[in-house]
């Protein structure tokens, strides 16, 4: 009797132990299962951030980029306006006196200009920025020039050094924020930039040293009153002598 309750019981026991392992896989595979599902959610979220990530990347480019075209705008606009002012500068030749040209600049630019250098240049064609120092090879004659440190609003006149050895002029200045200029000769407009920029074009054509050109001395109103006095006089003489005639 007691060997069929002993028996009984360990059945009951073998029954009860594989009842819990079946529960223990069971809880063991949904536990695989949750965290499967756990990990794939994770790889999803990571793949979702990377896009993200990657996407801001790309939008960060994307805002330099239109940042640096819109920084170029700005300044090609800017250069505009400046070089739309700096076709206020003219200059040209008035008359030869004692192998000199006579000069007139009128600067219309609306603000005084610096380093005016006006160059005589013998060309047919179109001077341009590049192509001006293959005009003043170095070891070659120097350059006719007018030079002056300020020149103000208004007309100016001047006379180029030397004797006169161009058929054509060009011109380089400064505007009042330290922008360089080149003026060619059929009036176009090009940017030399900066004083660095200038100087170094000045080497390139032999003009390391530039000497500032003096100014005609203005009459003053008493030599102005003598010479109106002695004009009239002389034109009094000359209608007196035809009248005599």
């Known amino acids: 009797m007691v060997g069929f309750v002993a028996m009984g019981a360990s059945i009951w026991l073998s029954a009860q132990a594989a009842k819990q392992t079946q529960r223990n896989s069971q809880l063991a595979g949904q536990l695989y299962q949750a965290s499967r599902t756990k990990s794939q959610e994770a790889f999803s979220v990571k793949k979702r951030l990377d896009k993200l990530a ?10 330099s980029r239109l940042a640096k075209e819109n920084q170029a705008l700005k300044q090609a606009n800017q250069d505009l ?5 700096a076709a ?8 030869e006196k004692s192998g000199k ?3 007139e600049i009128d ?15 013998a060309a047919s064609g179109r001077v341009t920025l590049n192509s001006l120092p293959s005009y003043f090879p170095v070891g070659g004659a120097k350059p006719r020039y007018f030079y002056r440190k300020k020149v103000a609003i208004g007309k100016t006149e001047g006379s180029l050094t030397g004797a006169y050895a161009g058929s054509d002029m060009v011109c380089l200045f400064a505007d ?6 080149f003026k060619g000769n059929r009036g176009q407009i090009e940017k030399i930039g900066s004083q660095a920029h200038f100087k170094k074009l000045l080497w390139q054509i032999s003009l390391n040293k530039l000497e500032e050109s003096p100014l005609p001395v203005k009459k ?4 102005k009153k003598k010479m109106s006095k002695k004009t009239t006089k002389k034109t009094e003489k000359q209608s007196s002598k035809k009248k005599a005639e």
């Open 88 to 95: 206020g500068l003219n200059v040209w030749e008035t008359e």
């Open 107 to 121: 600067n219309q630019t609306g603000q005084a200009v610096s380093d005016l250098l006006v160059l005589a240049v």
């Open 220 to 223: 003053t109103k008493t030599e």
């Open 176 to 181: 009042a924020s330290g922008a360089y200029w």
């Open 101 to 103: 040209l006579q000069l």
């Open 54 to 63: 990657s996407n801001n990347s790309s939008l960060k480019k994307k805002n």
């Open 81 to 85: 306006l400046a070089a739309s002012a």
